[in-house]
Structures are given as structure tokens and as C-alpha cells.
């Protein structure tokens, strides 16, 4: 069952009949979108120290997005968990 982000059309995870691939790193067009919210991140990571506010800042400004961008969502797309994953091991 697929679900939709609360201000997002984006699926969550699309509903699909085949295992989606997990994305094991960021090309360096996409690595050049995600630097452009570096200073933002930063700016909002100094002014919140409570546990947990990083990762919901990075879902609600970045993580829909790059869905958008990429087209992510789309067929063959990656699984989109794994966005976050990717994300965590590679900033």
C-alpha cells in the first residue's frame, strides 16, 4: 500500500508489483541539488538542538524534492527509503 506525505502528492512508496533498487550513492548531479540546501540545513541544525529535528527538517525541505527532481518516484526508480539511507552515509 502506497501512502502520501502530508504536503506532498509524492508517495512515499509507490505501489509496485517489483522489488524497487536500493540507491547505493548520489551522482554528482544529484549530490550538486542536495549542496544547495547545505546552508539552510546548517542554519536550521544551530537553531534546534532537539533530538530527532535534523532528520524531520531534511523530510519536509529536501527528502520531497529530490523525489520531485529526480523523478524518484517514477518507474524504476529507487527504493525510496533508501534515499534516506544514502543521505546518512554520504553527509
Not at 5 to 18: G, I, L, Q, W
Not at 52 to 61: A, C, D, I, L, P
Amino acid at each position: 500500500m502506497s501512502s502520501l506525505a502530508a504536503d506532498s502528492d509524492v508517495e512515499t512508496e509507490p505501489a509496485t508489483t517489483t522489488e524497487r533498487p536500493i540507491q547505493k550513492a548520489f551522482t554528482d548531479t544529484e549530490k550538486d541539488f542536495l549542496t544547495k540546501f547545505i546552508d539552510e540545513y546548517t542554519n536550521a541544525e544551530e537553531s534546534n538542538t532537539k533530538k530527532g529535528t535534523k532528520k524531520q527538517w531534511v523530510k519536509e525541505h529536501v527528502y520531497y524534492k529530490y523525489i520531485a527532481e529526480f523523478k524518484s518516484d517514477g518507474p524504476g526508480g529507487p527504493n525510496l527509503s533508501s534515499l534516506f539511507e544514502v543521505y546518512r552515509l554520504n553527509y
